[in-house]
């Protein structure tokens, strides 16, 4: 016999609730223990059906935690250089004069991958490109760790970043077609949380280890990563976009733990709706640079691109490339280490807590729009502090000794609310699935090109406009983001790939697809146009009267 399926799971399960709810004769008589357990037997069934680990959720959760391995091994890449550059093994044995360069060649390794990923995520699968990017991935962390001079360790941080910056574009469209409709937004999240959880395990290693025992874990890191990828499917939206309809519903059936294919065939073949419309927009070719600057397209895009710019600009950049400085600037007496591993650990809470809570009940528009406001304000004091220790003459203003630290907290917890992990599930979600591959490498080109620039210029303009000047300017642009946000970018809370895809359907082209619905649903008029009399001619009413059947 078959197993049950979900919505029969789901009807079962309303009308027992129904059943105990309503009020029974034992009940109006007084016999409420009884309705208080039928309550809490109701609840109990509620919260496990709600819990991301049920049964029929756990392969697509495992997937989705193998697969974030590598944004895990990102963060072990762009955080390294912090603890590296101040060990005193690292200093003697290199030239830390050129520190900022063995910091963010790490960063241009990632630009220069964002192309690269794009078209072996649409040529060979999102699963073998993260399995091929594993390899040279251990590579780099390796020459890293075994470099007899600067030339060999400026390989390997450009291969690591190169690789992981590949994670951005593999990582997201893989986990996005892995998972369904309910609850993607909030495993999408899980991307920056494992990134964030990389960031703090490479502070915390980085304060009891040397450079070398940190590279060394982390060069391991990706070979388990590549095992463990090896045991889970290919995105069953891929397998059908090559023609592989068996294994995509193998894969599928997998995912949702069926334990028929009849289970999934209604998922499976909304899939195949999606993907055979997307190829009937560009006509069975794969997309081109040219299909990126329709109206349809171009309106994603444009928003995607513009919340990276937000997001890189807010100055979290700033904060997490120089917090020591930012600290004994400050004249704070917390030891430089301890405060990165704050910085870390609150960016990895505030990931793990606030949107896997929130990100399904207020939406992703609303946990952008908080996420700007709390930037605003929190950058806003930090600026204030600065101002106010410059006009006192470089002391600390009394009494105020800790706003850098809770400023610091806050733009961090702010940052993670929203702007860090919100982007990239927008990302994933808005962009066209007939220019995915392409698009997103754009977006990923973006991204890594602003955070270049963003972590290059810090300092710079640092120099010119003073702390003050970099936070209030910081504040300003969080603002502006805050108004982009209300008013340009949609919600895509519970609505599907298709659903998502019409909110950027033109006027024109939504009349014209309703015109076909209309006429696809017109009925078909016979050879003499007798059979429907709505359709008849003058001539051929005539005829009917004058010849009845």
């Known amino acids: 016999m078959s197993a049950p399926s979900e919505e029969s799971l789901s009807a079962s399960t309303l009308a027992s609730s129904t ?49 974030t391995i590598g944004s895990f091994c990102l963060g072990n890449v762009l955080t390294w250089s ?143 990563f590549f095992f463990s990828m090896l045991c889970m499917p290919e995105s069953p939206r891929y397998l059908v976009m090559i023609q592989k309809p068996t294994a995509a519903r193998n894969a599928l059936k997998w995912l949702r733990r069926a334990s028929t294919k009849r289970y999934i065939e209604p998922e499976i073949s909304k899939i195949e709706n999606s993907v055979t419309a997307a190829n009937g927009r560009n006509n069975g070719d794969s997309s081109k640079v040219s299909d990126l600057f329709t109206l349809r397209v171009l309106k994603p895009i444009v928003i995607s691109a513009a919340l990276m710019f937000f997001a890189q600009l807010s100055g979290m950049n700033g904060v997490s490339l120089y917090t020591v400085e930012i600290f004994e600037e400050a004249g704070t007496q917390i030891n430089a280490k301890i405060a990165s591993i704050i910085i870390g650990a609150t960016q990895a809470i505030t990931v793990l807590v606030v949107p896997f809570v929130l990100v399904e009940k207020l939406g992703r528009r609303s946990l952008l729009i908080i996420s700007e406001v709390v930037m605003c304000f929190s950058l806003t004091a930090l600026g204030t502090y600065f101002y106010l220790k410059e006009q006192n003459g470089g002391t600390p203003p009394p009494d105020l000794e800790w706003l850098p630290l809770v400023s610091l907290v806050a733009i961090t917890v702010g940052y993670n609310v929203g702007l860090g992990p919100i982007p990239w599930v927008l990302t994933a979600e808005i962009l066209p699935n007939h220019v995915k591959e392409l698009a997103s490498s754009c977006i990923s080109i973006c991204y890594w090109s602003l955070s270049f620039v963003a972590g290059k210029t810090f300092k710079d303009i640092k120099d010119v406009i003073g702390y003050m000047g970099v936070y209030w300017l910081s504040a300003g642009i969080c603002l502006f983001g805050a108004f982009f946000v209300f008013f340009f970018v949609p919600e895509t809370k519970g609505r599907s790939t298709d659903e998502i895809q019409k909110l950027f359907v033109t006027k024109k082209e939504l009349e014209e697809a309703e015109n076909t619905t209309v006429q696809e649903a017109k009925p078909a008029e016979s050879t003499d146009g007798l059979d429907n009399p709505a359709f008849l001619t003058p001539a051929q009413g005539a005829n009917a009267n004058a010849n009845p059947v």
Request: proline share 5%.
């Open 82 to 224: 912090a603890p590296a550059l101040v060990d005193e093994d690292f200093k003697k044995k290199f030239d830390t004069g050129n520190g900022s360069w063995i910091a963010s060649l790490a960063l241009l390794g990632a630009l220069f991958s964002a192309p690269v990923s794009g078209f072996l995520i649409a040529k060979i699968g999102r699963r073998r490109t993260m399995l091929f990017t594993a390899i040279p991935f251990s590579i780099g962390w390796f020459l890293i760790a075994f470099a007899p001079d600067l030339p060999v360790l400026y390989v390997g941080r450009f291969l690591t970043g190169f690789c992981g910056g590949a994670f951005t574009v593999s990582v997201p469209a893989y986990v996005s077609e892995v998972t369904e409709d309910r609850i993607r937004g909030t495993l999408a999240v899980a991307f920056i949380l494992m990134l964030c959880i990389g960031i703090l395990f490479t502070f915390v290693l980085g304060a009891l280890v040397n450079w070398f025992v940190l590279s060394v874990v982390c060069g391991c890191i990706p070979i388990i």
């Open 19 to 67: 059943s105990s709810i309503n009020p029974d004769p034992g009940y109006q008589n007084g016999d409420q223990s009884s309705h208080t357990t039928q309550f809490g037997t109701i609840s109990r069934r509620l919260s496990r059906r709600l819990s991301l680990w049920r049964p029929k959720k756990r392969t697509t959760v495992l997937a989705v935690i193998v697969a």
